[in-house]
């Protein structure tokens, strides 16, 4: 009787590798991680200006009751100059971005702006990554929709592209 | 037309192996009449020739680069290399499978033609159930996979191939590992035809034998050139990832390693009949898992192909059909088998069943760790399990099994005494223990997997060379050979993998251009930084001396690739062979005070790993050779 079991025992256990594989199949798959800073108030920090053109950037920017998108971004980073159109493209859609460039120096963000569009109010300049880490964020680039309240509502890893606009834009409409 | 041609050939086939299963099944069931179901061999031949032609087909569309075949427009380009062209049929899904079928059908046709040494009612059944593979194979290709669609209207020029795919290496990779894949599918036919016709036994474990020792060879291949493939071009300096598609190929090779060993105890002693015949089903299947895994899209891996549930759905129809319709018949037929000769528990087969055991233990600690996120997903959670788990629970066994694989070849059939054993095996043990001692006095704080790899390597290694001790070395025979120069490449394989991780030495600095840095033994000096211009790509390349202590310096050229279309960046790390070991750099990011990162690895006898690779399917070649050359004079079926 028990060799019996024994013999039918590869059979079962395919069986149940194979349930797993077609439930697997079937559950769409779920490539955005929820970040743990969703729901969390911003920090408080103040950084200084990055560049002369545009004003410093305080966690209080953030908490004016208006929605805003903030992008962590660096005038070193090649995916930051891909991005660039798509933030320009979300600044005309009356999108208010501040921006936060890291370990750079004014000369570079400003020739970063001249050559690839400006879409920022603010742009507050984080030498060390302090900020950036206290905002749970690893790269560059990286955004955050932040409601009027200093919530976080959203965090994009990595560049924004032309099919995140709408997620973009439908995540700033929910934090109003 | 050739498209076409191709098309109406790869129907042709197909229709062909719906006859070789019909022939194959009534032949089962009207047992006195051989004659008709003889007539499966010239069919399962012909279906060979059909497929074969369809892939010429294929071939030569993407040697004349006709944009009007979706296939070719979407995977090649008019201006592309002859090598990279024809690699291009099946460096994508549809040829690739198309492929696949072709060397499964090739494989039946041969099976056809040679084999001649197994009963004539087992040959039928084994030739029904190669048939009835290949016919979900040609039934995949023809409804879901059609390589030979055409496109209208035709585009003046293809896309190209992905640039990471055009590398010499990745031309041969694929083929390598379906020559394994497909050789285990034989392997399953072989033994779903033994148990159709109770015909589990030593005559047929030789003729199943050439196949497993041919696919297991194929296989160590693939895996070694996949193996150092991943280290040179992803830049991140490491050998082995876990990565679902490398466990995908791993868990056949650790299937087929564990049948290889009793395919052997059932052709000399006719033992393990029940276990080599589930094996022998295990191992196709986790060829077909893999090939699940990988296409479906189910687990996120670097390969990345076409994803499509769809096919994933079609795939997991065929493998509930063929496994479970394997296990199934198992489950109803071995019971039937007699049971086969007994042995001690000090022998060569029991160190063989130690053998079968251990390795079964690491299939199972690779399958779990490769398919718990695939179950913790179903369950709606998201992990990922990597290196933290798979190197101290696969590492430790292997381990074990490395010195079973010392001891086992120095045992005698059916009975030995232990202490006989134990003094053949104390020249080997005394060198492990000398290498231990070595080791942990000039380098105490190393990994305790890494000191105890090292000495279990000196172990295998000395005991490996053992059974030709005091022998005639012209009368040992070519299997022989086979078996020492395989299970010493295990011990160079494990010797290298184990000075690595013990011995590397990795940095990350930052140098201005003129500046110096070191790692290990070496003064590395960065001479100067410059953009460089390739065809579908520019780059930063630096430009690096080496020099070790006073000797000659070597040059490297890293460089910080950026392809134009899609934008990728890419880092193409400079490696430099030197005896004993391989210098390894990569070019990062340059800081804003000018001056560039630099990740340097000296990795010491790290060589070994790919070198033990090769002698380890060396190994399988030669006893392949070895074996056939033996038997070929044994008695034939009409002899009998």
């Given at each position: ?58 966690s ?9 998108l ?6 070193w ?94 995540a700033l409409?929910?934090?109003? | ?18 006859l ?9 069931r ?55 062209k ?28 040679v ?27 023809l ?32 083929p ?77 090779w ?13 052709a ?13 089903v ?25 994803v ?83 190197n101290p ?47 942990r ?25 053992a ?39 990795e ?55 950026h ?62 050779v070895?074996?056939?050359?033996r ?10």
């Amino acid at each position: 009787m028990m060799r019996k079991i024994l013999l039918w025992a590869p059979l079962m256990v395919f069986a149940l590798f194979l349930g797993v594989f077609l439930r697997g199949l079937h559950v769409p798959e779920n490539t955005t991680i929820t970040s743990k800073m969703v729901g969390k108030v911003v920090p408080d920090f103040a950084l200084p200006a990055a560049v002369s053109s545009h004003p410093a950037l305080t966690s209080d920017d953030l908490k004016q009751g208006k929605p805003i998108l903030l992008n962590i971004f660096a005038s070193w980073c090649l995916p930051c100059i891909a991005e660039a159109p798509v933030l320009e493209e979300l600044k005309r859609q009356g999108v208010e971005i501040h921006g936060i460039a890291i370990r750079d120096t004014p000369e570079d963000v400003g020739d970063f702006l001249t050559q690839h569009g400006d879409p920022y109010a603010r742009i507050g300049s984080d030498v060390s990554s302090q900020v950036q880490i206290s905002l749970g964020s690893s790269g560059v680039p990286e955004s955050f929709v932040v409601d009027g309240r200093g919530v976080v509502r959203l965090q994009h890893i990595g560049d924004i592209r032309k099919e995140d606009i709408t997620k973009i834009l439908a995540a700033l409409e929910d934090a109003k | 037309m050739i498209a076409e041609l191709g098309l109406g050939l790869l129907w042709l086939a197909a229709g062909l192996a719906v006859l070789q299963f019909f022939l194959g099944a009534n032949a089962l069931r009207m047992k006195g009449r051989p004659d008709l179901g003889l007539a499966i061999q010239p069919v399962a031949i012909a279906q060979g020739l059909l497929a074969g032609l369809s892939f010429l087909a294929l071939i030569y569309l993407f040697f004349v680069s006709d944009m009007s075949v979706k296939l070719v427009a979407a995977n090649s380009h008019s201006e592309k290399p002859l090598l990279y062209k024809i690699s291009g049929a099946w460096g994508n899904h549809e040829g690739s499978m198309l492929l696949w079928v072709t060397i499964l059908s090739l494989a039946g046709g041969a099976i056809a033609l040679v084999e001649r040494r197994i009963r004539e009612d087992t040959l039928i059944a084994t030739l029904m159930a190669q048939g009835l593979i290949a016919l979900g194979f040609y039934a995949f290709l023809l409804f879901s996979s059609n390589p030979f669609e055409r496109l209208n209207p035709s585009p003046p020029e293809g896309n190209g191939l992905n640039p990471l795919l055009q590398d010499p290496g990745l031309a041969f990779h694929p083929p390598t590992l379906y020559l394994g894949y497909v050789g285990l599918s034989v392997v399953f036919s072989f033994a779903v035809g033994a148990l159709l016709t109770r015909d589990v036994g030593p005559a047929f474990a030789r003729a199943m034998r050439p196949w497993v020792l041919g696919a297991w060879a194929f296989l160590t291949i693939g895996i070694t050139a996949g193996s150092y493939w991943a280290y040179y071009e992803l830049g991140w300096g490491g050998w082995w990832f876990w990565d679902p598609v490398e466990n995908a190929s791993l868990m056949p090779w650790l299937a087929a390693t564990a049948l290889l060993h009793s395919v052997t105890v059932l052709a000399t002693r006719d033992s393990l009949r029940a276990w080599t015949v589930m094996l022998a089903v295990v191992a196709f299947s986790m060829s077909m898992v893999g090939t699940f895994l990988v296409r479906s899209g189910i687990l996120t891996s670097v390969h990345a192909f076409a994803v499509d549930p769809e096919r994933g759905s079609f795939i997991l129809a065929l493998l509930l059909l063929y496994i479970g319709g394997a296990l199934a018949l198992f489950a109803l037929r071995i019971s039937t088998v007699r049971e086969g000769a007994q042995f001690e528990p000090v022998s060569r087969e029991a160190a063989l069943v130690l053998n079968n055991l251990l390795l079964t233990v690491i299939l199972g600690v690779v399958l779990i760790g490769t398919l718990y996120p695939i179950v913790a997903q179903a369950m709606g959670q998201q992990i990922s399990i990597g290196p933290p788990y798979f190197n101290p629970a696969a590492g430790s066994v292997a381990l074990l099994l490395i010195l079973a694989m010392a001891a086992g070849p120095l045992l005698r059939w059916r009975r030995d005494g232990f202490a006989l054993l134990v003094r053949r095996l104390a020249v080997p043990v005394a060198l492990g223990l000398g290498v231990l001692i070595a080791v942990r006095i000039a380098a105490p704080d190393i990994g305790t997997l890494s000191w105890l790899g090292l000495s279990t390597a000196a172990v295998a290694g000395a005991a490996s060379i053992a059974p030709l001790w005091k022998r005639s070395l012209k009368r040992t025979p070519l299997f022989t050979w086979g078996m020492v120069v395989a299970h010493f490449g295990v011990a160079v394989a494990l010797a290298g993998m184990a000075a690595d991780t013990a011995f590397m030495k990795e940095r990350l600095v930052a140098v201005a251009e003129g500046g110096e840095a070191e790692v290990g033994p070496f003064k590395v000096r960065l001479n100067a930084v410059t953009p460089v211009i390739g065809p579908n790509w520019t780059a930063l390349e630096a430009r690096i001396e080496a020099r070790r202590g006073d000797g000659t310096p070597v040059v490297l050229r890293p460089q910080a690739r950026h392809y134009m279309d899609p934008p990728t960046d890419t880092s193409e790390a400079a490696i430099t062979t030197l005896i004993d070991g391989q210098l390894y750099v990569v070019l990062g990011k340059v800081n804003e005070d000018g001056r560039w990162q630099l990740r340097l690895w000296w990795k010491p006898w790290v060589t070994l790993i790919w070198f033990g690779g090769i002698l380890i399917a060396l190994g399988g070649i030669l006893a392949l050779v070895g074996r056939l050359w033996r038997e070929r004079r044994l008695p034939k079926r009409d002899d009998q």
